[in-house]
């Protein structure tokens, strides 16, 4: 067998997968994002290019974008602060590192539910214990905060994603390096910028264009969030307004088009980010 | 790094990762009036173990947890077997299309999973697989299978080429340089994936709310929501639905310290 | 690796087969508490020892999730036999056609025997296309012992209950506390408006959101909320309870019988009782004439794709049988009000030790559905269930929602707010085709 056939066969397993389960239902996708069509009911009637058009044309849309935009940037900025310092702390040798590990990553192993339960008790204006700390009545599911609330779930939930890719590529960086740098004079900071930060690159590279895929698209937290009470409106982010175009206002057409119109956005950063980032990486 | 500051910053990183659950634990163990009383006590007044008691015999939780662990178990088995093979093809092989391959993985990740749902609703139900516990690992493979792919690149990426053309060129065949040489390198890599893959399909809502219709074959972020929307919301209850959530997870993060852990990258790679 | 497609197939195999053994029932339902589960799931389990050969799925689901499940079952072709869903949903359901009568059931528990005001959900051309599984109104609930102390009288106009908010609102005690989220804004709005005498939308379903009482409404619901927690917007409705019994609020304007179970489970135990929590009949605002309330009724739709509706029907009839029905209604005495006269006046059912504590409570409700005064959401006349099918898409919306927050959050003037929204429902309706 040459050594592309078995490449091939290799890959063949996940390419059926994918193809089944992933590239048809997002082709249907497409396909009915130029259609009008009642989520409930099977008729449709083709409209063309009519769905992108209300969409761009709807308040709504650009707020959700809006709303989307600040909820993904700052929590992939805390994410990526928070989830890199944890790893350079946790790498370090310390009585006891084995444990902390473990625990540094829980956040992230509890299904989002469970995160959003607790938070949003521990964050409950009347009975909560934040406010208690505080000492102010804050309303943290009320306008002025929710989206704050939401950023700081997201963030507890998800830096550990962040700390566990790092922390295991930090775990192949071979020590000579560092000796060979501080045998040149570099001081801690030196170190970092000119020895880990290099070798950090590549998942450096993965984590943040996934970190960003799946913050943008991110519908379980905020929707969670919603439920049993939360001001809606304020934290309404984009797939949560697609979410409501599908499933609320029975639009499966418009809600397709919305979700075409969040992937074209996504694809073009994206080309941005391989474009200014790319060095070594084939895409 | 100065002891002062890894202590504090270790310190502070323990106590926003941890306090929130000890909170939880707090909770669990509370009598449901303490729980709403002002100002709230750090902790219980009186132990009870009556909302862990009441979580067992008033719903399902046992059945759910068990469902959970089976679904995202299969899930990580079925991922890995699929996706290490393929990402080491896709680093070690020349054939048409491979970059072509590694596009499509990215571009499926950008389409919102939620507007996937109803395709892959009918999708499933075509196959016979809405609710089964199979059709849940077959959403789940095939969602975790991208990012599975594109990390194990990277991992097998940073392993050089010399190594197994090292032990081909000793005389070793293709498969025993692989087991013997490269997975062993990648190892802390495939541990990671696997780790996210099985946190993936733990986590997940909304495949399992759409695909799944028996109370009995719910996992646990159903099983916990509906307890949440519940029209009695017993906070006792859910928070100790959330304390034992995180049982599997302890056993499993004591299984896998071990292959985390410094050393593995250093070995063999002198040029 | 080769073990993998064989066990898949095993798998595939094994998921086909099992599905074709028996006749299999599917219910889905919206009482997520767990003794109601158990209730309907011994319900099942009873009508499958007496029907061999037929199996009953029951799942219980939350709000949010059943109408997603609901479209996606449809849309793959595959409804279930049996589903709870809002009266607005089951009339837009049996406008498309999707649904099949249920007056085998109606006959079977006698036509004079369930209560008026329950055949009227989902009624049309004389034929029942949905039947409520229990009725429940909406409640005024408030703080007996404050009240008393206050020397406070029952609220008739809107000015009243204002001000008695106001005077609760003393001391970390606020005067009332409401839900913020949309399908209770959307229940609060419906019921203002017709107590206020208005109208959502008029015969050509042109919205009516200028109109003097919708104005008169928004105005409302700005005074009042000026005496609710903040962060009121937040704040959903099973926190509106623990806010009541934990002593935060003195009133809620939109509480239900359910809230007597959570009163005596969360309430310190010297005050979980009727003497400190009670109610009051809603009061008239300017424009109206009679209080309303909402009925929360879902009505058991079934569905005319589905594999078993004749074996669905059967399973309705033995699940109002009395000795069913009545383990189903106690799990929430208080709330789940039996639909047929002879459960209600039945002495096992009186004897309910709850129902005994709360009389009180459930004469309000009685007195709401006997004078007519109680209403599923969004709807003012039981007309509009068949002539206004849309009401589901507005609900969804969040359009009224959003209206309600500009005023009340916002502190837009209510005319701007109304005049955006009348925009926004306009061009929804039109994009429908049921506007011109």
Redesign the interface.
């Known amino acids: 067998m040459t050594a592309a056939r078995t490449g091939w066969l290799l890959v063949l397993p996940a390419l059926l997968l994918l193809a089944a389960l992933t590239v048809y239902p997002v082709a249907y996708g497409i396909w009915i994002s130029f259609f009008s069509k009642h989520s409930f009911f099977p008729e449709q009637q083709f409209v063309g290019f009519g769905n992108y058009a209300a969409v761009l044309a709807d308040e709504e849309f650009w707020r959700s974008l809006e709303l989307g935009l600040i909820y993904s940037l700052t929590t992939i900025a805390l994410q990526l602060a928070i989830g890199m310092g944890a790893a350079l702390l946790l790498n370090e040798a310390f009585p006891g590192r084995g444990l902390a590990r473990a625990i540094s990553i829980f956040p992230y192993v509890v299904p989002t539910v469970v995160a959003v339960i607790i938070w949003k008790w521990l964050l409950n204006s009347q009975f909560g214990l934040v406010n208690y700390l505080l000492g102010i009545p804050i309303s943290w599911m009320g306008r002025d905060w929710i989206m704050v609330s939401l950023i700081i779930v997201s963030v507890w939930q998800f830096f550990p994603f962040v700390l566990l890719a790092v922390l295991a590529r930090l775990q192949t960086i071979p020590p000579e390096l560092y000796e060979a740098a501080t045998v040149d004079g570099a001081g801690a900071w030196r170190r970092f910028v000119h020895v880990t930060l290099p070798q950090l690159q590549s998942v450096l590279f993965v984590v943040v264009l996934l970190r960003s895929i799946w913050m943008f698209t991110k519908f379980d937290t905020p929707w969670l969030m919603i439920q049993g009470g939360g001001a809606e409106t304020y934290i309404r982010t984009l797939p949560i307004y697609t979410y409501q175009r599908t499933f609320a206002y029975y639009e499966a057409g418009r809600g397709s088009a919305m979700a075409v119109i969040m992937f074209l956005m996504l694809v073009a950063a994206a080309a941005l980010y391989f474009h200014f980032w790319r060095r070594e990486e084939q895409l | 790094m100065k002891r002062g500051i890894l202590f504090s910053g270790v310190s502070v990183l323990l106590f926003f990762t941890a306090f929130p659950f000890a909170w939880m634990i707090a909770t669990a163990f509370k009598r449901s009036h303490e729980i709403f009383t002002t100002p709230p006590t750090l902790l219980p007044e009186s132990l009870t173990l009556e909302n862990v008691a009441r979580l067992f015999e008033q719903t399902r939780f046992a059945v759910y947890l068990g469902n959970s662990v089976l679904v995202a178990t299969c899930t990580v088995l079925l991922t890995l077997a699929i996706a290490t093979p393929a990402a080491y093809a896709l680093t070690r092989f020349r054939f048409r299309g491979r970059e072509a391959i590694s596009a499509t993985v990215l571009f499926t990740y950008m389409f919102a999973p939620i507007m996937v749902i109803i395709p892959f609703y009918v999708l499933m139900r075509t196959l016979e697989l809405t609710n089964t516990r199979a059709g849940l690992v077959l959403a789940y493979t095939a969602f975790c299978l991208p990012f599975a792919l594109w990390l194990l690149r990277t991992f097998f990426q940073s392993i050089p080429l010399d190594l197994e053309e090292a032990a081909l060129v000793d005389g070793a065949s293709r498969p025993r340089a692989v087991l013997y040489v490269v997975l062993p390198l990648a190892l802390p890599g495939v541990v990671a994936t696997g780790t996210f893959t099985f946190i993936l399909a733990w986590n997940d809502y909304i495949f399992a709310r759409v695909l799944l219709a028996a109370d009995e074959l719910k996992t646990l972020p159903v099983g916990i929501a509906d307890l949440y929307n519940a029209s009695v919301v017993d906070w006792g209850m859910i928070m100790s639905a959330g304390m034992l959530v995180l049982l599997p997870v302890l056993a499993v993060f004591a299984f896998i310290q071990k292959y985390l852990v410094a050393g593995w990258g250093s070995g063999g790679i002198k040029g | 690796?080769k073990t993998?497609p064989s066990v898949?197939a095993l798998?595939?195999a094994?998921?086909?087969s099992s599905?074709h053994a028996q006749k299999v029932i599917?219910v889905?339902h919206t009482?997520?508490?767990?003794?109601?589960?158990?209730a309907v799931r011994n319900i099942a389990k009873r009508f499958e020892a007496k029907h061999p050969g037929v199996k009953v799925?029951?799942?219980?689901?939350?709000?949010?999730?059943l109408?997603?499940?609901?479209?996606?079952s449809?849309?793959?072709?595959?409804p279930?036999e049996l589903s709870h869903g809002q009266p607005i949903t089951c009339a837009?359901?049996q406008s498309?056609g999707?649904l099949l009568p249920l007056d085998e059931v109606v006959q079977a528990l006698g036509e004079a025997n369930i209560w008026d005001q329950v055949k009227r959900v989902c009624r049309v051309d004389g034929r029942q296309y949905g039947l409520v599984h229990a009725a429940g109104t909406s409640l005024l609930i408030y703080r007996k012992d404050l009240a008393q102390k206050l020397g406070l009288k029952p609220p008739r106009t809107w000015a009243d209950l204002v001000a008695n908010a106001k005077a609760f609102t003393t001391g970390g005690m606020y005067g009332i506390t409401i839900?913020?989220?949309?399908l209770f804004i959307n229940i609060l709005l419906g019921e203002l408006l017709k107590a206020n005498g208005g109208i959502f939308f008029d015969q050509q379903n042109r919205p009516q959101l200028g109109s003097k009482p919708m104005l008169e409404t928004l105005e409302f619901i700005r005074d009042l909320t000026r005496y609710a927690?903040?962060?009121?917007?937040?704040?959903?409705?099973?926190?509106t309870f623990?806010?009541l019994?934990?002593q935060?609020a003195a009133m809620m304007y939109q509480g239900y019988g359910?809230g007597a179970?959570?009163i005596e489970?969360?309430?310190?135990?010297a005050m979980a009782n009727a003497e400190h929590f009670d109610v009051w009949v809603k009061p008239v605002g300017p424009s109206g004439r009679e209080p309303a309330a909402q009925v929360d009724e879902e009505p058991w739709m079934l569905f005319k794709g589905s594999k078993n509706p004749k074996e669905a029907v059967e399973f309705l009839k033995f699940f109002y049988q009395k000795d069913n029905y009545l383990e189903y209604v106690q799990t929430?005495p208080i709330h789940l009000f039996p639909i047929t006269k002879s459960l209600r006046a039945d002495r096992d059912y009186q004897a309910t030790p709850m129902i005994q504590r709360w009389k009180s409570w459930i004469e309000v409700q009685e007195g709401y559905l006997n004078n007519d005064q109680g209403k599923p959401t969004l709807v003012i006349d039981w007309d509009d269930m068949n002539s206004k099918p849309y009401l589901?898409?507005v609900?969804?919306?969040?359009i009224l929602?959003?209206m309600v927050?500009d005023v009340a959050?916002e502190n837009k003037a209510p005319r701007e707010a109304a005049s955006r929204a009348q925009k926004r429902l306009e061009d929804?309706l039109k994009?429908k085709g049921y506007l011109k």
């Open positions: 690796m993998i898949a798998l595939l094994a998921a086909v599905a599917r889905w009482e997520t508490q767990p003794n109601s589960q158990e799925e029951v799942e219980a689901l939350a709000w949010g999730d109408e997603g499940k609901i479209m996606a449809l849309a793959a072709g595959t279930p837009a359901l498309k999707l839900p913020g989220d949309n927690p903040p962060g009121w917007e937040g704040h959903g409705y099973l926190e623990t806010n019994y934990g935060k359910r179970g959570l489970k969360g309430a310190p135990p929430v589901m898409e609900l969804g919306s969040g929602r959003d927050m959050l929804l994009s």
